[in-house]
């Protein structure tokens, strides 16, 4: 038998074993009614052979002195009241020779069964258009009359099924009834073991979702034992991820450190030329571009979550102080739980470098807007200058394209922000604001 394509099935482990009990419900419980009905059936229809056995013997006993003489009353009284359900029949070498007053007004029952001589036959026929169960035996006697040669003859008991169909399809509702009720009462049982059975898994979900998101630094530790070594591996992964990265981050401040030292012992070099100082400007700004890119940690899964509307309030402040001869004004839009799952630094470059362009290009306004959608942070800034051309927008997504081939007031710094935003995972679009400047809107995902 070969599985079922996984595009059936569901993608949780919940929803396999529910859909696992549901199944079970479905096909067992009625399983077991079938079973049962038919096994009361069997065993209503061997009650009614009993029956049926019992009577074809008290006619039998009604045979006077060894001849085919029934008496005229019975003595069950069934056989006695016209068309009871109840009839008694006698046939000899295929034709009917004596019935019961019960089968008075009867039509003749067709061709009755003959079983062999000593044997009784136990089955079902039609009377009426009604179905009848049906107990034939058959003998013999000596006749008298007959030079005491053996006539054969065969006694048949029939009963309608009218009772026997009642009886059974009352016991049926009542056993689905039953079931249905027992599907209901399993089905909440199960519902509650289920619960009870994931409820580790769903506390393990939701921790392993708030280290994701950074509101936590560590899994928790009481699970059970077939979670708890996934739990602590987990553990382990994230302590070295995040010591990894600090012997990186330390090593790389080590190294910026080194290079700039010398950089700044040329730079002070009276006898250096001047025309060196610009090269060696060059170099060095691409150095401390290059150790940022480095350094930024990323989007990896284990940042705690940074308020993002602290990170701009200080920016703005910053901002304001810096370009306070062009009087600006700074309009912010923060929301209060927009939250960058990343390193503080990495979020002031960012925000930095793009405020700072704003705040070159703009004439009198800048905006900053922040807001959380259901997967990630979005940020928007906009500015009243002059803009960006097409060619221009187009230009930023280039490699090696010099910041100063821009207008004044963007390019610079964007290098770097489209790095950052490259690290984690980010997404960004340039357009016209309404403001008649440049329009930044980023998109950072949540993990």
Known sequence: MKPLPARLLPGSLKGRLVISALLLNLVLLPLIGVTLSDAFRAQLAHAVKDELSAALYGVLAEVEQGELVLPDQLQDKQFNIDQSGLYALVSSQGKLVWHS???????PPGKLPSPPLGEGRFGEMLLLGKPHFNYSFSASFASASNNGRDIPFTVHIIKDQTGFEQTQGAFSRQLWQY???????????????LWWTLKPLARFRAELKAVEQGKRQHLGSDYPKELQQVATQLNALISNEQRQRQRYRNALSDLAHSLKTPLAVLQSLKSLPSDAQEPISQINASIGHQLKRAQSAGSGAWHQGVNSKTVADKLLRTLGKIYADKALEFEAELATNALFYGDEADLAELLGNLLDNACKAANSQVVLKTWVSEKGLNICIEDDGQGITEQQ?????????RADNYQQGHGIGLAIVK????SYQGQWQIDQSPLGGARFTLFLPRS
């Open 101 to 107: 007053p019960s089968f008075i007004g009867m039509p």
């Open 179 to 193: 079931l249905g009720l027992l599907m209901l009462f399993l089905l909440l049982v199960q519902g509650g073991w």
């Open 393 to 401: 927008k187009n230009q930023l997504f280039e490699r090696g394209v």
């Open 419 to 422: 790095d950052l935003l490259q």
